[in-house]
Antibody, heavy 120, light 107 residues
């Protein structure tokens, strides 16, 4: 069965960086793309960006351009999301999610979520 | 960027009711719209994609319609498991904007 397993909770100081991982199993890893979506406490969902596992192409939400990088390691079926220059408003649960259809940004499987807390 | 506006923000209903949630896009998105259900502490769950296609395993009491900029999610014969928050999401072009969510609560 398809599974996306994310790394554990993180606490960072403002201005620091964080890197969250998402390990996929149960399907052909290169057959789809992975997006990252976050949810601040008590708030809605925010799409952050997408990476093609096949060729590593990325597409980021405009508001995060320059602060976020998504990468993939096909040898371990893992996708990474790194965010830099963290601010308190980046405190959220971060989800990875698999595109149901290649190149389309809607998602049929989600990771369990990783809480990132930005606080001094 | 395409903005998605859902209404209402909260909806009170009873078991057995039918409810409709509306989602409006700031520009046309053809039929590139999905709906998700989220319960507290859980990841979202895909219900409907491409406006009206039901995801495998999702009960037929969920249905979607619309095109262009205006879309709806309808739940008929509301069940206890359906009390949750619902999000629409557009995926036209190279972005995936979500609506702000609609909480369906027990009246």
């Amino acid at each position: 069965q398809v599974q996306l397993v994310q790394s554990g909770a993180e606490v960072r100081d403002p201005g620091a960086s964080v890197k969250v991982s998402c390990k996929a199993s149960g399907y052909t890893f290169t057959s789809s793309g992975i997006s990252w979506v976050r949810q601040a406490p008590g708030q809605g969902l925010e799409w952050l960006g997408w990476i093609s596992i096949y060729n590593g192409n990325t597409n980021y939400a405009q508001k995060l351009q320059g602060r976020v990088t998504m990468t993939t390691d096909r040898s371990t079926n893992t996708v990474y999301m790194e965010m830099r220059s963290l601010r308190s408003e980046d405190t959220a649960v971060y989800y990875c999610a698999r595109s149901k259809a290649l190149g389309y940004y809607y998602f049929d499987y989600w990771g369990q979520g990783t809480l990132v807390t930005v606080s001094s | 960027d395409i903005q998605m506006t859902q209404s209402p923000s909260t909806l009170s209903a009873s078991e057995g009711d039918s409810v409709t949630i509306t989602c409006r896009a700031s520009q046309t998105i053809s039929n590139w719209l999905a709906w998700y259900q989220q319960k507290p502490g859980e990841a979202p769950k895909l219900l409907i994609y491409k406006t009206s296609s039901l995801e495998s395993g999702v009960p037929s009491r969920f249905s979607g319609s619309g095109s262009g900029t205006d879309f709806t999610l309808t739940i008929t014969n509301l069940q206890p498991d359906d009390f949750a928050t619902y999000y629409c999401q557009q995926y036209n072009g190279y972005s995936g904007t979500f609506g702000q969510g609609t909480k369906v609560e027990i009246k």
